[in-house]
């Protein structure tokens, strides 16, 4: 079955540099991956979506790129912000057609002032 | 103003008792989902439904119930045969048929078994 990882430890960061997070799945060939970000007590909230057939999407300060051969997804936050600071979280459509997504359990950053 | 509503934020059950949560949309999706979350977990779905007077079960259906009569409306019963009820739960609607299914999440509703 698919399989989605993201780092459990927590990232932390100095306000100012760039973000880095990871998204691995395996057993699986995903139409486009999703990230969201989740605040303490809050439900996620939608960020980006990125097509298997492009590689790089942006908005404002975050940046995510789609390498379906590694079956990787990068997540970058540049100049980040205390205000950055949550939990992130992956999610890919479920195999076999299906647009219900699966999440994966989320990385929480933490960005230092 | 659009969105998703969850009631209450915080619930407090006794074990044995039955318990509903209540979700209502106004941005006019056709699909509403029920998710559970515990501390260190991902999201697990519970339930979900694509379409009014259907729901299908998701990968933890069991000891939970839903409905669905209204398009806007999808309340969760957690019932006592739920035997760690303990736990955040979400409510999302999303518009399929787009090629994607994006998710608009509610608040949440915090539920503690006493």
């Known amino acids: 079955s698919q399989k989605i990882e993201q780092n459990s430890e927590a990232l932390n960061i100095q306000e100012g540099k760039t973000a880095t997070l990871t998204c691995n799945y395996t057993?699986?060939?995903?139409?486009?991956l999703q990230w969201y970000r989740q605040d303490p007590g809050r439900g996620p909230v939608f960020l980006l979506l990125?097509?298997?057939?492009?590689k790089e999407k942006r908005k404002e300060r975050l940046k995510v790129t789609f390498d379906t051969t590694l079956k990787q997804s990068l997540f970058h936050i540049t100049a980040s912000q205390p205000a950055d600071s949550a939990t992130y979280l992956c999610?890919?459509?479920?195999?076999?057609?299906?647009?219900?997504?699966?999440f994966g359990r989320g990385t929480s950053l933490i960005v230092h002032p | 103003d659009g969105g998703i509503t969850q009631s209450p934020k915080y619930l407090f059950r006794k074990e044995g008792q039955n318990v509903t949560l209540s979700c209502e949309q106004n941005?006019?999706?056709?699909?509403m989902y029920w998710y559970r979350q515990d501390p260190g977990q991902g999201l697990r779905l519970i339930y979900y439904?694509?379409?009014?007077?259907?729901?299908q079960k998701g990968d933890i259906a069991e000891g939970y119930s839903v409905s669905r009569e209204k398009k806007e409306s999808f309340p969760l019963t957690v019932t006592s045969a739920q035997k760690n009820p303990t736990a955040f739960y979400l409510c999302?609607?999303?518009?399929?048929?787009?090629?994607?299914?994006?998710?608009?999440f509610g608040p949440g509703t915090r539920l503690t078994v006493l």
């Open positions: 999610a890919l459509p479920r195999s076999g057609g299906s647009y219900i997504p699966t």
């Open positions: 999302a609607s999303s518009i399929q048929g787009l090629g994607a299914d994006t998710q608009y």
């Open positions: 439904s694509q379409i009014v007077n259907d729901f």
């Open positions: 941005l006019n999706h056709d699909a």
């Open positions: 990125i097509r298997e057939n492009e």
């Open positions: 057993n699986y060939s995903p139409a486009y």
